[in-house]
């Protein structure tokens, strides 16, 4: 880690670090605070997937659906009109809206393969966001005069790297340059986070493996063909095996890569000076 001791930390002008864990424990919102200091730049990882990355398919998705509308393809064609997402730090939608979810097309389902076309996107754009990191470290500091630095992760973080290999690229980038944390939920905070996404299930990125593997076993178990998936209803299905399946491998990148922080302690920081004590006492006690 890039500093070894608690007075490391509290002595280092250059305060770097990565927050990793399940999407709604707070990442952003402690990122958003820290930034809100005018003291933190904040790097998110998902803004840059769905910006730099992702955002020539996102837009294409749009222009695609548009050329259906007799109107709009009219005002496409001729360069009338312009149509781009709107995505922000809080609103990742446009993202979510384009990975999909597989199944029945009549209910808004992507054809399997194309579903899979999509994650392999997400998963070639998160590395690339996540190992664009350094240098936005650099220009944080060289534009804007920030020396302390925010990166706030997306959830599928561990799905995209080896936690137990000492070499993963991905990890070793990222653990040279920022502290990684990882704000570690309760069985209670996995409970809620099912029923939030029970009522308003939505996209993610999941591991090729444990996606192949979940689909399989969904068909075999309801005895239903590709077309006849409820979308809903299988990504509802797949989310709390995917937050058992991500939660070792969050566990182990804060073993072998950096500290953990209680996502119930997180949510009572308040200012800069709390976050800074946190990390200081999770250094001291590691």
């Known amino acids: ?8 930390w509290r002595d280092s002008p250059k305060k770097r670090v990565l927050l990793f864990g399940m999407s709604g424990l ?8 820290l930034r809100h200091s005018r003291n933190w730049f904040h ?3 998902d803004y840059r997937i769905g910006t730099r990355y992702m955002g020539e398919h996102i837009a294409d998705n749009f222009k695609r ?3 259906r509308v007799p109107l709009l393809r009219e005002l496409l064609m001729t360069d009338s009109v312009y149509i781009a997402s709107n995505i922000t730090f809080d609103n990742l939608a446009p993202l979510s809206t384009y990975l999909g979810k597989p199944g029945d097309p009549a209910k808004g389902g992507l054809p399997f393969a194309e579903y899979l076309r999509r994650q392999e996107q997400h998963r070639a754009a998160e590395i690339s966001a996540l190992t664009d990191t350094p240098h936005f470290i650099d220009r944080a500091r060289d534009l804007y005069d920030y020396d302390n630095f925010i990166c706030d992760t997306g959830g599928s973080i561990c799905e995209v790297v080896d936690p ?12 040279d340059n920022l502290l990684m944390v990882w704000l570690k ?3 209670s905070h996995t409970e809620a986070l099912i029923k939030r996404f029970d009522q308003a299930p939505k996209p993610m990125y999941y591991q090729p493996e444990f996606l192949q593997a979940q689909w399989d076993e969904y068909l075999s178990i309801n005895k239903v063909s590709e077309g006849d998936v409820d979308p809903d209803d299988f990504v509802r299905w797949t989310y709390a095996r995917a937050l058992d399946h991500r939660q070792p491998r969050y ?3 804060a073993r072998n890569w950096g500290l953990t922080l209680e996502a119930a302690d997180v949510a009572a920081i308040k200012t800069p000076s709390d976050f800074n004590d946190m990390i200081a006492r999770a250094l001291e006690a590691r």
């Open 164 to 175: 137990e290999d000492a070499n993963d690229p991905v990890l070793k980038t990222l653990s």
């Open 251 to 253: 566990a182990a990148m």
């Open 65 to 67: 659906e548009a050329m």
């Open 26 to 33: 707070g990442k952003t919102h402690l990122a958003n605070m």
């Open 1 to 8: 880690m890039i500093y070894a001791s608690a007075q490391d």
């Open 185 to 187: 939920g309760s069985k």
């Open 43 to 45: 790097y998110s990882v």
